[in-house]
Structures are given as structure tokens and as C-alpha cells.
T-cell receptor, first 113, second 111 residues
Framework: QKEVEQDPGPLSVPEGAIVSLNCTYSNSAFQYFMWYRQYSRKGPELLMY????GNKEDGRFTAQVDKSSKYISLFIRDSQPSDSATYLC?????????????FGTGTLLAVQP | DTAVSQTPKYLVTQMGNDKSIKCEQN?????MYWYKQDSKKFLKIMFSYNNKELIINETVPNRFSPKSPDKAHLNLHINSLELGDSAVYFC??????????FGPGTRLTVL
């Protein structure tokens, strides 16, 4: 079993739709949770970062963590064609120099104009 | 003023060859990483260095040897390339927080 499982997609939605991207993780000791966005042929870039259960909102993006069920989600409101990318959830432990991110397999999202 | 840069962007080579990928960051970070992303987009850590010292080595074959001449640079040398080494290799760096900043990637194709 992978440490982080992610709905693989691909996901195709019309412009303006609400998008829900989901991951589960196996280790309850993970301390922080991130969402990275990766455009085609580019490096991942950090989109959202959270470390506690609950919701964190940033513009059209909301990251949700439920530590009791080991479930993390990213919601995108009013999706735009520019949101078309692969979304990677990631988690890890605070550790300074020993910090390593453990990624999900990514979900490819296409927002159709 | 690219934060994390990698060269080359594309690398096409024959099986058995030796090749190197270079990474540089201008963020002043102490920690740098190498990740491998396979054809299914799965991103997995290979190595991390902190101030030129190897910290993480994720059971990567000995054919892969990272080298950090200073804390702003982390290079990856691969000996005796195999077909299964074909992937996109990403360099990343982090400072005082857990946020990692990724480079644009090097797409390696082994023929």
C-alpha cells in the first residue's frame, strides 16, 4: 500500500465548475499537508499548505484536512481553463534537514472553456 | 532570476552511457533534493543534502551519485544508464520552512 493514495483521474470539467480532488494517507503521524500544481512540462509549484484538520482558503482554492479519517481534499471554485494541470497532494514530517515530501500519484485536471 | 535551475532540460542518450544533471538555487536555502518522476507522474525523493552533507538516500542504485560542491549546487551523476532510468528528474530546495521549491525538470530518455 502506498503511503499516499490519490484519485488518478483524469478529470474533465466545464469552465466554472467546482472541482474536488482527493487523497488519503496511511500514516497518522504525518504533520503537514500540501497541494502542488504542475503544469505540463514544468516543475511542481506549491499551491496550498496546511498542518491541521479543517479548511484553509486562498482565493478560489480551499484545502481540507480530516486527520481522523486521514483524508485530504482540494476544492477549486469557479474553475478556469488556466487551472488545467496535474495536482499533487503531498505530506511529510517536520524534520528540518531530514524533511522529505511524500507525494500522491497526481490527478490530471482539464477545464474545458 | 530563476530560483531553482537545472541543466540540461532534455537529455537523450544510449544505454550504458554516463551522464550528469546540474542544479543550482539562488534562494539561499541550505537543503537541496533530487526527485524522480516516472511516466505516471509519480514523484519520489531520491536524495537530500543539507549544507553539502548527504541526509537522505532513498535506496537508489549505486549508479546514481549526487555531488554538492557548495550549498547552492547539487549535481546528479548517473553511470551505466539503463532503460528504466528514463524519467523526469527534478531538483528542489528548501530553507527554514517545509516548503520545497522545484526546478523545471530534466527529461532523460535512455535509448
Amino acid at each position: 500500500q502506498k503511503e499516499v493514495e490519490q484519485d488518478p483521474g483524469p478529470l474533465s470539467v466545464p469552465e466554472g465548475a467546482i472541482v474536488s480532488l482527493n487523497c488519503t494517507y496511511s500514516n497518522s503521524a504525518f504533520q503537514y499537508f500540501m497541494w502542488y500544481r504542475q503544469y505540463s512540462r514544468k516543475g511542481p509549484e506549491l499551491l496550498m499548505y496546511t498542518y491541521s484538520s479543517g479548511n484553509k482558503e486562498d482565493g478560489r482554492f480551499t484545502a481540507q484536512v480530516d486527520k481522523s479519517s486521514k483524508y485530504i481534499s482540494l476544492f477549486i471554485r469557479d474553475s478556469q481553463p488556466s487551472d488545467s494541470a496535474t495536482y499533487l497532494c503531498a505530506t511529510g514530517f517536520y524534520g528540518g534537514a531530514t524533511n522529505k515530501l511524500i507525494f500522491g500519484t497526481g490527478t490530471l485536471l482539464a477545464v474545458q472553456p | 532570476d530563476t530560483a531553482v535551475s537545472q541543466t540540461p532540460k532534455y537529455l537523450v542518450t544510449q544505454m550504458g552511457n554516463d551522464k550528469s544533471i546540474k542544479c543550482e538555487q539562488n534562494l539561499g536555502h541550505d537543503t537541496m533534493y533530487w526527485y524522480k518522476q516516472d511516466s505516471k507522474k509519480f514523484l519520489k525523493i531520491m536524495f537530500s543534502y543539507n549544507n553539502k552533507e548527504l541526509i537522505i538516500n532513498e535506496t537508489v542504485p549505486n549508479r546514481f551519485s549526487p555531488k554538492s560542491p557548495d550549498k547552492a549546487h547539487l549535481n546528479l551523476h548517473i553511470n551505466s544508464l539503463e532503460l528504466g532510468d528514463s524519467a523526469v528528474y527534478f531538483c528542489a530546495s528548501s530553507g527554514d520552512t517545509d516548503t520545497q521549491y522545484f526546478g523545471p525538470g530534466t527529461r532523460l530518455t535512455v535509448l
